[in-house]
């Protein structure tokens, strides 16, 4: 239960409404166990009749009638007070349920995209999903029954007891065998079910997966191939599904089986109790009556026991999560108003994953306003720079300046949401082109939209969609072409009037023509702003204030276009066998 104490917040915070929870149920079970009690000495005054003990038919009859409304009145307040306890309890699981996905998924938020590289998506998924619902369990099914069982079992045990104290012990006999049993039932359901869980998942992600990539597997033509790995995978979980179901068809059977032992126990004991007169008839209906109250409370504390270890389990996963500590911690909260120098100082830089060095020694310096163009070749450590102006990561060796600030003690959040940055790989959510591009500002205005994509030469493109602004994308875009998925993302970096602007290769999906109208634009509205445009083309350098060449992490080549070119060397290698290739 170690792990299980992290939610004991929650159930203080819901404190009060658990109490009046409580109190409810021991009504409602206090009220249940009255029933058998009516019904009882209802049997007890007709046989006193029958055998001559009370005379008077006028008075049983009347006796009678007033236990029929008794327990018609006890049923429907035993059942009101039933309702009220799932209300209460249930409700009370629910909330408690919000709040723990709500916590989880703000420590998502919190860390940083190493732990996002670490761990699957499926992963996080099943935890604020699956993982709550196992709490959940604990918190309402769980408690709501201990409860019931506590109630049920000392209010019926002490009634049972006050009537015969014999028939008492050989009616619960069978019991605790109920409860083990159901233990043990319970373990191997849940080990299947996890087994058919791990399945589901497996299933979904394969889905996933080939859907995603519906477009290579249709053009490869391997949709049979797919189809046999998927029916394997089916397969597999329809026999896992089988053997569970197995487990789960014992449940009720042995149930039922250990209730008739118990009720068979009654009829025998008490009969003998019944020749010897030492009870009467209606005392053997009542304790058969307790019997069948009495079964589930005990059937489920098999079921609560496992239902809390699988809970425990679910927890302890959940609070791998939430104890793990942001790499990128936010040290500052006072507003920070960027004015765009960016200044690197022997920055050296190697990804704790894969221990690659992607920087090395690396000194750059960008004024406020100055486009600076990053070049090399694949792997040489572009996007390497851009994530840590955006500080992704942290450099272990060397400074970041923003301004005269290292980056590390500037505010995080004021940091980002003035840097505009369109990857490499757009990701364009599934709503409408117009709230895609107001992303990057939430209250931008019409004018605002329609300027950011004309600025990205994306606007004629979009106002030819039947629905315009308003078209809705489907799952990543499907319906804009690379390139317009591109600008699309450019107008959402560039609504947001950032102090920095980044473009991580996204300009290659893009003609050259269109590369040409958006750099113009682009010049026209970043006077103040500080550009970093990565790119493999010189059409995209050129008219940069300064570009730098990288190959294998380190700065080869640095200075305007005019001096690159006139030197031998990677740049001017690259500009001959472009200007060739617009030639043919
Ligand atoms: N998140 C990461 N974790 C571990 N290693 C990484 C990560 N990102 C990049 N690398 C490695 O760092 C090196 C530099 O990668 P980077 O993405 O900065 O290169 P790049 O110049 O932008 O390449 P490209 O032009 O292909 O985008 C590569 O060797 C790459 O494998």
Redesign the pocket.
Known sequence: MKELRHVNKYFSKYKWRLLIGLLITILAKFLALKIPQIVGDSLNIVEDYQDGTVTNLEDVKHQLLINVLLIIGVAILSGFFTFLMRQTIIVTSRLIEFDLKNEIYQQYQRLSLNFY?KNRTGDLMNRISEDVSKVRMYVGPAVMYSINMIVLLVVGFTQMMSIDVKLTMYTLIPFPLLSISIFVLSKVIHKRSTIVQQYLSKLTTFNQEFFSGINVVKSYGIEASIIKDFDKIADESKEKNIHLQKANALFFPLMVFLIGISNLLVLYVGGQLYIENEIQIGTIIEFMLYVNILTWPVAVVGWVTSMVQQAEASQARINEFLQQVPEIQNTNTSSTELKGNVTFKDVTFT?D??N?T?LKNINISVKSGETIAIL??????????I?LISRLYDTKIGTILLDDTPIREANLDAVRSQIGFVP?DPFLFSETIEDNIKFGKQDATEEEIIAAAKNADVHKNIIDFPNGYKTVLGERGVTLSGGQKQRVSIARAIIKKPKILIF??CLSAVDTETEEKILSNLERISKNITTFI?S?RISSAKNADKIIV?DQ?KIIQQGTHNQLIAIEGYYKDLYDQQLLEKEI
């Open positions: 590289k990804y994953d894969t690659i992607a090399g070749k694949t792997g040489s450590g572009k996007s390497t720079i994530e490499q991580d290769d990565i493999h990288l992490g």
